[in-house]
Structures are given as structure tokens and as C-alpha cells.
């Protein structure tokens, strides 16, 4: 979508005159005498110190030691201090705490299988589980920082695991259950992780994902990790165990005295480091302490779409991703409960996502974009199979949305009576920056704005306020939520964060705000693409190709080009039965009428997939590299690696041809 196309959007849902007031988040504004959404988030930001104290005390955090400054600015804004000299544990806030006020029966976990199998966790039952995997941790000799690995599929053990070792002061570095052992080895050799929690393997569509096979070949020689733990999710017993090494999960447990009582720990004790896939070079260690991020998704979560107690949370994401803890925190520390769906959306039939949302009674859905163009796929049946009537928010995250997948999750998902709250951050920023509301009206495809409580803008190249322009997006105050510094220092923390404008985060995003106040966002500003001196974000092109019925999904990139610099590419994912090669033609020309004749791409190509990562997200770059045949980069978080074979054979195709 182009600036033009933005500034034509309508508001496409209204919240009830009185969902505010009866928000968790209208709640407590009535306490300090605000009743209005806007002047609360006015006073969120002109006061930080106010309103991280008034989020902390909404949320019911219990201190172990009360904190004696809310913020101390003095390292500087990019290494803030929040809740200075406070003590907590990130176990005790989102699972002990419920149990001492008598909600221990009350559901924290609803878990549905690949296979179908459904497992319920109540408060009392995790707390008992988390409590003796600590136990069992420190048998294996963990202690307050050091690094356990989790490489686990989503099941309640990876819950147990974050929390029990955050009960003990240790370090969490969760990895997708996807990777093949190169980036698990990566990622355990730069954490130096202790202990690894893995399982023998997990059904995915049906078929059999050997991980302990991939992590017994990524731990090869590696010293570092003197301990596997063995979760049988498979049961079948065949996993090649090493005796010295690898303990079976029950085993472990069955020799544990429960730690019942959580330690307290300093506020910037870590307890996630959480990698990031970096487009050139090795992945970005993350580091996240017990009142950073956890309590940044519970504040947002709560804040932007009501989750709180009894609150049942659905995200779609793996536990190697961010909003994998996301959906921890964010159910957990509001008393909610957290629905883990292990799998894919659209298997055993297109309508899994949608049927294991009515069975668990999920309240908030959250699912990425590109998640909602590949169901839309399947038809309009699928979805409205399914009254879903628990529904109330639909939360989305990943990038872009397009127009079509939007209007189609909103009418079919969504039933047009729900809200779809998109969020955008990131694992370095802990939880977004930009965010929509439950109780604000929404245009397709937007944001209402900053997320509560962040100094959130829009900037040109000289780092000045923009408005109605595309530019960068930038944060001008600290927060909870952001990373504490990379695990490998200071140094290019500070570079990619804070080098370009001095005393402003920049998020890496192309972002425009429309007369009417609401955001958008328009994709990556390092996907940027050069047309005849014009920066266009690929989400600009993309909308127009994906608003056609014939495709599916797209991809744009620039490419080298001896006249023009830059010249537009584009990868396109076609309906079963579309004519490639006339569509193809059809489309070129559509953006050229849509967007003007400069925008006229040099080629577009059919394709059987796009590149992505798990949990959605289009990886252009690597599209792009493998079309001009440069260096991959970091490909751990790619999905489906298979696909790249095609774009290197498209541009052998095109030397030929030339």
C-alpha cells in the first residue's frame, strides 16, 4: 500500500462506548481519575516513572523487595534501569503467586497435540512441576547464571523449563524446533549452555521430527553442555541415549525434592536470552530480566487487549520464537491460561487453527499475516465452520498486513464483531512499540498508534518528526522491555540501535501515520528498494499483487541495475490452476497502472513457495541473495529451506536467457 492508498482507508470497527471503562486497562485508569484512552496514553508518556509504577501495581506484582526508583537514567538511555534495588522472580509472579491466593485450581495451561492428544495443567500442577524440575536443574548442577538450552516442541515441559529455571536464577535460551543442527549448535557454543532440555522427538503433520537425533549431532564435541534432559513426548523409548550424559525427563523429576520457595532475585537478573536471526551475520543474542520483558508482555497483553484472569490465550508461534514467551508472560502473570497448539494450522484439515481455538474456549487468537494468506487459500468455508463465539480480540504480529487477508480474517475469522489488534516489535525491544487496541477504532491494517507507555515516532533522515511521510521508525524513551545489551557486549548493541540518531532506538522499520493519527507500518527499511531515486517499502508492491485473486502470497525485492540503479523483482505464490506465465504478465502490468510506470517491475516470478521462517515471517533477503546468487547469510530461522533451490534456478534461467 502506497501513502495515497492509506490516506483513503476507513475505520472498519468501532469498540462499544463502554469497553474502555470496562477494561482492565479503563480500570485502572479510573483509579487515578483518567476516564479518558487518549489522555491516559498522554500522561504514559509525558510521566514514564508514573505509569510503569501504576502498570507494575495493575498487574498485582508481588516485590520481593520493593524497588527504590522506578527509572535511574544514569548509564545513559540506552542501558535504563527500571524498578532499581527491586526484588522478584519471574516463577513466583506468574504461577506461586496464584496458588498463595487460593487460584491454584483455577487452568494455566490447555495443550493440543499434532496429533490430537489434549492435556490440561492447573496452577497447583505447574507450580508442583516447575518446582521440581528446579530441583531437578540443580542436580545437574545448575545455578544462578548459567545457560539452560531448550530445544523442545511446544508442550507444557517447555513452560516448566522457561519457569524452572528462572526459579533457580538461570538463563533460558530457547531455540526453534525446527532447526537442523548447525544453529542449535550456534546458539548453545555462543550461550555456553550447561544443560540442554530436549525431547526424542514430535509429531509434525503427522510424521515424526527425530530432535534428539539433531541435537545429539549439534552437541558433538561440544564440552560445554554436560547434561541432556529427555522429554518422551513420543514415548516411544527409541531415542539413543548417552548414560554419562542423558537423563529421561520423568527419571530426573522422580529423584527431585520440589523447590517450593522462589529465591529473590535483583530485577536485572537475567533469565531469557532469546536469539534473533541476523541478515548477514551470526544471530543476535538477546539478553531479558525478570522485570523486563516477561512483565512488558503481561503489561501489553493486558493493556492493548484485556487479557487478565480466566483470560484464555491461543498464539500461534514456537517456543524458539519471541511470542513463544509472550504467551507465557503475558496468559500467566494476568492469571490467565496459556493455549499451547503443537503443530501447523491447517493439519489434519485447513480448519485445525480455527477448531482447536473453539475446543480450548481461547479468548485472544493470535496468529502472523502470513498465516491468514495461507488459510485464505483454502477458501472461505473453513473459517466460517466455526462460530467461535469465546473469541474477543484477534492479535497479530509478523509483519504487514495486506488489505485482502486482512478484510478476510476480520469477516471470516473475526466475524466482523472482533478486533484484530496488530503488534509490532520484536525480540530485542521485548514486546512492540507500535500497537492497536481493543478499545480504540481501527482502520484495516493499522495501528492506533505507540504502545502504551512508549515515546514511539516517526523521523526522516535528519532524525525530525514526520507526519504524513514515510519514515523510520524510532522510540525516544526507554522501557521495560528492551534487551539489557547483546550476550556479546555492548558493541554492536549500540551499533544497530543507536548509531544512526543519537538517544533514539531505531526499530529498523518504514513507517507512515496518516491525517487521521493511525500508523502503518510498510515493511523492513533495509528490504528497501531503490526506483528511479524513490525509497518503496515492498509491502507498497506487494498489496497490489496480493489483492489480485490469482495469488496467493508475494515477495518484492530490489535487484542490481545497470540504468536504474535498482529494479524491482518479484516472487509470487499462485492459486492451484492459475497460467503462470500470462498471469504473470497481467500482474506486471497491474502494478504499473496501480503504481506508475516506473514501478513496472523487471521480471515477476511464479514460484512454489517464498521463503519464511515458523512462525510466518518472508524472508526477502534470502529470496534475493539466492536469486543473485550472493552469500545466504544466517538461514537457522528458514522453515522451508528447500525452497531456496528454486530462485538459484531462476536466476541460472535468466543468465541464459540473457
Same mark, same amino acid.
Given at each position: +500500500?502506497?501513502?495515497?492508498?492509506?490516506?483513503? #482507508?476507513?475505520?472498519?470497527?468501532?469498540?462499544?462506548?463502554?469497553?474502555?471503562?470496562?477494561?482492565?486497562?479503563?480500570?485502572?485508569?479510573?483509579?487515578?481519575?483518567?476516564?479518558?484512552?487518549?489522555?491516559?496514553?498522554?500522561?504514559?508518556?509525558?510521566?514514564?516513572?508514573? %505509569?510503569?509504577?501504576?502498570?507494575?501495581?495493575?498487574?498485582?506484582?508481588? $516485590?520481593?523487595?520493593?524497588?527504590?526508583?522506578?527509572?535511574?537514567?544514569?548509564?545513559?538511555?540506552?542501558?535504563?534501569?527500571?524498578?532499581?534495588?527491586?526484588?522478584?522472580?519471574?516463577?513466583?509472579?506468574?504461577?506461586?503467586?496464584?496458588?498463595?491466593?487460593?487460584?491454584?485450581?483455577?487452568?494455566?495451561?490447555?495443550?493440543?497435540?499434532?496429533?490430537?492428544?489434549?492435556?490440561?495443567?492447573?496452577?497447583?500442577?505447574?507450580?508442583?512441576?516447575?518446582?521440581?524440575?528446579?530441583?531437578?536443574?540443580?542436580?545437574?548442577?545448575?545455578?544462578?547464571?548459567?545457560?539452560?538450552? +531448550?530445544? /523442545? !516442541?511446544?508442550?507444557?515441559?517447555?513452560?516448566?523449563?522457561?519457569?524452572?529455571?528462572?526459579?533457580?536464577?538461570?538463563?533460558?535460551?530457547?531455540?526453534?524446533?525446527?532447526?537442523?543442527?548447525?544453529?542449535?549448535?550456534?546458539? /548453545?557454543?555462543?550461550?555456553?549452555?550447561? #544443560?540442554?532440555?530436549?525431547?526424542?522427538? %514430535?509429531?509434525?503433520?503427522?510424521?515424526?521430527?527425530?530432535?534428539?537425533?539433531?541435537?545429539?549431532?549439534?552437541?558433538?564435541?561440544?564440552?560445554?553442555?554436560?547434561?541432556? /534432559?529427555?522429554? &518422551?513426548?513420543?514415548?516411544?523409548?527409541?531415542?539413543?541415549?548417552? !548414560?554419562?550424559?542423558?537423563?529421561? *525427563?520423568?527419571?530426573?523429576?522422580?529423584?527431585?525434592?520440589?523447590?517450593?520457595?522462589?529465591?529473590?532475585?535483583?530485577?536485572?537478573? &537475567?533469565?531469557?536470552?532469546?536469539?534473533?536471526?541476523?541478515?548477514?551475520?551470526?544471530?543476535?543474542?538477546?539478553?531479558?530480566?525478570?522485570?523486563?520483558?516477561?512483565?512488558? %508482555?503481561?503489561?501489553?497483553?493486558?493493556?492493548?487487549?484485556?487479557?487478565?484472569?480466566?483470560?484464555?490465550?491461543?498464539?500461534?508461534?514456537?517456543?524458539? $520464537?519471541?511470542?513463544? !514467551?509472550?504467551?507465557?508472560?503475558?496468559?500467566?502473570?494476568?492469571?490467565?491460561?496459556?493455549?499451547?497448539?503443537?503443530?501447523?494450522?491447517?493439519?489434519?484439515?485447513?480448519?485445525? /487453527?480455527?477448531?482447536?481455538?473453539?475446543?480450548?474456549?481461547?479468548?485472544? #487468537?493470535?496468529?502472523?499475516?502470513?498465516?491468514?494468506?495461507?488459510?485464505?487459500?483454502?477458501?472461505?468455508? $473453513?473459517?466460517?465452520?466455526?462460530?467461535?463465539?469465546?473469541?474477543?480480540?484477534?492479535?497479530?504480529?509478523?509483519?504487514?498486513?495486506?488489505?485482502?487477508?486482512? @478484510?478476510?480474517?476480520?469477516?471470516?475469522?473475526?466475524?466482523?464483531?472482533?478486533?484484530?489488534?496488530?503488534?509490532?516489535?520484536?525480540?530485542?525491544?521485548?514486546?512492540?512499540?507500535?500497537?492497536?487496541?481493543?478499545?480504540?477504532?481501527?482502520?484495516?491494517?493499522?495501528?492506533?498508534?505507540?504502545?502504551?507507555?512508549?515515546?514511539?515516532?516517526?523521523?526522516?533522515?535528519?532524525?525530525?518528526?514526520?507526519?504524513?511521510?514515510?519514515?523510520?521508525?524510532?522510540?525516544?524513551?526507554?522501557?521495560?522491555?528492551?534487551?539489557?545489551?547483546?550476550?556479546?557486549?555492548?558493541?554492536?548493541?549500540?551499533?544497530?540501535?543507536?548509531?544512526?540518531? &543519537?538517544?533514539? @532506538?531505531?526499530?529498523?522499520?518504514?513507517?507512515?501515520?496518516?491525517?487521521?493519527?493511525? *500508523?502503518?507500518?510498510?515493511?523492513?527499511?533495509?528490504?528497501?528498494?531503490?526506483?528511479?531515486?524513490?525509497?518503496?517499502?515492498?509491502?507498497?508492491?506487494?498489496?497490489?499483487?496480493?489483492?489480485?485473486?490469482?495469488?496467493?502470497?508475494?515477495?518484492?525485492?530490489?535487484?542490481?541495475?545497470?540504468?536504474?540503479?535498482?529494479?524491482?523483482?518479484?516472487?509470487?505464490?499462485?492459486?492451484?490452476?492459475?497460467?503462470?506465465?500470462?498471469?504473470?504478465?497481467?500482474?506486471?502490468?497491474?502494478?504499473?497502472?496501480?503504481?506508475? !510506470?516506473?514501478?513496472?517491475?523487471?521480471?515477476?516470478?511464479?514460484?512454489?513457495?517464498?521463503?519464511?521462517?515458523?512462525?510466518?515471517?518472508?524472508?526477502?533477503?534470502?529470496?534475493?541473495?539466492?536469486?543473485?546468487?550472493?552469500?545466504?547469510?544466517?538461514?537457522?530461522?528458514?522453515?522451508?529451506?528447500?525452497?531456496?533451490?528454486?530462485?538459484?534456478?531462476?536466476?541460472?534461467?535468466?543468465?541464459?536467457?540473457?
Amino acid at each position: +500500500m502506497n501513502p495515497q492508498e492509506l490516506e483513503r #482507508l476507513q475505520i472498519a470497527w468501532q469498540p462499544q462506548p463502554d469497553a474502555f471503562a470496562r477494561s482492565p486497562l479503563g480500570r485502572m485508569g479510573a483509579r487515578y481519575g483518567i476516564t479518558d484512552i487518549d489522555k491516559l496514553a498522554h500522561r504514559a508518556v509525558a510521566e514514564p516513572e508514573w %505509569f510503569w509504577a501504576a502498570a507494575a501495581e495493575d498487574l498485582g506484582i508481588e $516485590w520481593m523487595r520493593p524497588y527504590d526508583a522506578v527509572l535511574d537514567l544514569s548509564d545513559g538511555v540506552a542501558f535504563p534501569h527500571f524498578f532499581r534495588g527491586g526484588k522478584l522472580n519471574l516463577a513466583d509472579y506468574t504461577v506461586d503467586r496464584w496458588v498463595r491466593n487460593g487460584r491454584g485450581p483455577e487452568l494455566a495451561i490447555w495443550w493440543e497435540g499434532d496429533d490430537g492428544a489434549v492435556r490440561e495443567v492447573t496452577y497447583e500442577e505447574l507450580k508442583q512441576a516447575v518446582d521440581t524440575a528446579a530441583s531437578a536443574f540443580t542436580a545437574q548442577s545448575i545455578a544462578e547464571g548459567d545457560v539452560v538450552g +531448550m530445544f /523442545l !516442541p511446544m508442550i507444557p515441559e517447555a513452560v516448566v523449563t522457561i519457569l524452572a529455571a528462572a526459579k533457580l536464577g538461570a538463563i533460558v535460551a530457547p531455540m526453534f524446533s525446527g532447526y537442523g543442527p548447525l544453529p542449535v549448535r550456534q546458539r /548453545l557454543q555462543d550461550s555456553a549452555a550447561k #544443560l540442554l532440555v530436549t525431547a526424542d522427538g %514430535f509429531p509434525r503433520r503427522g510424521r515424526e521430527v527425530p530432535l534428539k537425533r539433531i541435537a545429539d549431532e549439534a552437541i558433538e564435541g561440544l564440552d560445554t553442555v554436560r547434561r541432556v /534432559l529427555v522429554v &518422551p513426548r513420543l514415548g516411544s523409548g527409541e531415542a539413543q541415549m548417552r !548414560p554419562q550424559r542423558d537423563v529421561w *525427563w520423568p527419571d530426573a523429576m522422580a529423584l527431585a525434592k520440589p523447590l517450593h520457595d522462589a529465591p529473590a532475585f535483583d530485577v536485572e537478573t &537475567p533469565c531469557m536470552l532469546i536469539y534473533t536471526s541476523g541478515s548477514t551475520g551470526a544471530p543476535k543474542g538477546c539478553v531479558h530480566t525478570h522485570a523486563g520483558m516477561p512483565f512488558k %508482555f503481561a503489561q501489553e497483553a493486558r493493556h492493548s487487549m484485556g487479557v487478565e484472569q480466566g483470560t484464555r490465550l491461543l498464539w500461534l508461534t514456537d517456543m524458539g $520464537w519471541v511470542m513463544g !514467551p509472550f504467551l507465557i508472560s503475558a496468559s500467566l502473570t494476568n492469571g490467565g491460561t496459556a493455549v499451547l497448539l503443537e503443530g501447523t494450522p491447517d493439519f489434519p484439515q485447513p480448519d485445525r /487453527l480455527w477448531a482447536a481455538a473453539e475446543r480450548s474456549e481461547t479468548n485472544v #487468537l493470535g496468529i502472523a499475516p502470513t498465516v491468514a494468506r495461507a488459510l485464505m487459500a483454502y477458501g472461505d468455508s $473453513w473459517p466460517d465452520g466455526h462460530r467461535l463465539p469465546d473469541l474477543r480480540v484477534i492479535g497479530t504480529t509478523g509483519e504487514p498486513w495486506n488489505l485482502e487477508p486482512w @478484510w478476510w480474517c476480520f469477516r471470516h475469522v473475526g466475524k466482523s464483531r472482533v478486533p484484530i489488534v496488530n503488534i509490532s516489535g520484536g525480540t530485542e525491544c521485548g514486546a512492540s512499540i507500535v500497537a492497536g487496541s481493543a478499545y480504540r477504532p481501527i482502520k484495516p491494517a493499522s495501528f492506533s498508534g505507540p504502545t502504551l507507555g512508549l515515546a514511539t515516532d516517526v523521523v526522516d533522515d535528519a532524525g525530525q518528526s514526520v507526519r504524513g511521510q514515510v519514515g523510520e521508525l524510532v522510540v525516544r524513551q526507554p522501557w521495560p522491555g528492551m534487551t539489557k545489551s547483546l550476550w556479546d557486549g555492548p558493541d554492536r548493541y549500540l551499533q544497530t540501535y543507536w548509531s544512526r540518531f &543519537p538517544g533514539l @532506538w531505531l526499530q529498523g522499520d518504514f513507517a507512515y501515520i496518516d491525517a487521521d493519527g493511525f *500508523w502503518y507500518l510498510l515493511g523492513r527499511s533495509d528490504d528497501t528498494i531503490m526506483l528511479a531515486g524513490k525509497r518503496v517499502g515492498p509491502a507498497e508492491v506487494e498489496s497490489v499483487l496480493v489483492d489480485d485473486p490469482q495469488v496467493v502470497e508475494a515477495a518484492a525485492v530490489g535487484v542490481p541495475d545497470a540504468v536504474k540503479g535498482e529494479a524491482l523483482v518479484c516472487f509470487v505464490v499462485l492459486l492451484p490452476g492459475a497460467e503462470a506465465a500470462t498471469t504473470a504478465d497481467r500482474l506486471a502490468a497491474l502494478i504499473a497502472d496501480h503504481a506508475g !510506470p516506473t514501478m513496472r517491475p523487471k521480471a515477476i516470478h511464479v514460484v512454489a513457495a517464498l521463503p519464511k521462517t515458523r512462525n510466518g515471517k518472508v524472508m526477502r533477503r534470502v529470496a534475493r541473495a539466492a536469486y543473485l546468487g550472493e552469500a545466504l547469510g544466517d538461514l537457522s530461522a528458514l522453515d522451508n529451506p528447500e525452497a531456496i533451490a528454486e530462485y538459484t534456478e531462476l536466476r541460472t534461467s535468466q543468465e541464459q536467457a540473457s
